[in-house]
């Protein structure tokens, strides 16, 4: 069969105006990037910052003092003083405080006469994302304490020199704001789909379409295009907040990066497709976007937890996700200035999706039509 693009353009224009009557794809399409791009840009904070920290100083010297100071001057600490270590574990019970620092008493007779000494520090275990960051505060600190307390800096045979490569001052926004595009635009073209047309097989609207003599093609074109053009205008909106609120750099090309968020469209929006034809109800659709959609671009694609981390199993079944590649054209666009060259796998990746998707959504919608 042919072809007609009139078809799929007054298909089109009946669901963009659909879309203008509906308040809430208004609301979710328009107010959910500017929500979701300012109080996460804003909250999202991986750099563990104000860790309360409970201190006994059974010594009570000016070497103790100096300890103390040395925490409480730095960036991560805030000092809470207490008058016993069974206060300091309670506050730790009590989630007042994250770390307990306990002197002993001779602390300053120690150092002094020598010898070794050593300070009690008790950590939360229960919050996981606090205790590594700790724990690497205390090579930093450690070094600052035998320097500020007995002028003793530790003979090095090898010296490191780190410098951070793309993000020199591990800006939290600087990895978040780039992964944001992955969560808004699953959302905005997974669920609107998704939803959106499930309602009309609920309505009774769809079989109406079905008997016009629009191809399933023409159908499923006039259909994502209105939606598209709602997420390449969250693309745009994010990229302008991202440059302009943020300060966040793009080193990248953007006709690279243009591609991979049209891929990674077409992709979301014929899976959101496929759903609505798989379901045909709005509520079932919506858990089948959330469970293959919207969690995983959460969850399994690199945007909090990085995949490298993850058991074998996932590390390898994310790679079927369109999700895990866009994060990486995004961030590597943003950051590192990648090239089509150091991103053709991607876009491969993503292009094949597309494909497959479309695929199975206009197979299946034909089905339905000639049954």
Known sequence: MIFIWDRAKAIAQKEIYHILRDPFTLILSIGLPIFMVLVFGFAIEFNV??????VFDADKTQFSRRLIDTFSRSDYFVVDQVNSPE??????????????LIISSGFQKE??????????????????????????????IQKMVAKRLVDFDPPQNVNFKTRFLFNAELNSRWFVIPGLFVVIMTILSLLLTALTVAQEWENG?????????????????GKLVPYALLGLGSVIFVYIVSRLVFDIPFRGNLSVFGVGCIL??????????????????QHVAMQFAIITGLLP???????????ESMPTFFHYFTMI?????????????????STFVDLWLPLLI?????CLLLFFATKKFKKDLEI
């Open 264 to 281: 990674f469209l077409i992709a979301y929006l014929a899976q959101g497709l496929l759903i609505s034809i798989l379901t045909r109800s």
């Open 350 to 354: 993503l292009a094949i999706s597309c």
């Open 87 to 100: 206060m300091a574990q309670q506050t730790l019970m009590s989630e007042r405080n994250r770390a307990a």
């Open 111 to 140: 150092l002094l006469a020598g010898r070794t000494t050593a300070v009690q520090l008790l950590l939360d275990g229960s919050d996981n994302s606090t205790v590594a960051p700790i724990l690497s505060y205390l090579t930093t």
């Open 49 to 54: 910052k104000n860790i309360r920290l409970a």
């Open 205 to 221: 609207s769809m079989e109406l379409l079905l008997s016009t003599p629009a191809q399933p093609l023409e159908i499923i074109v």
């Open 297 to 307: 671009s959460q969850l399994l694609s690199g945007f909090i937890f990085p995949i």
């Open 321 to 337: 996700m369109p999700a895990r590649w866009f994060m990486v054209i995004a961030r590597g666009s943003y950051l590192k200035g």
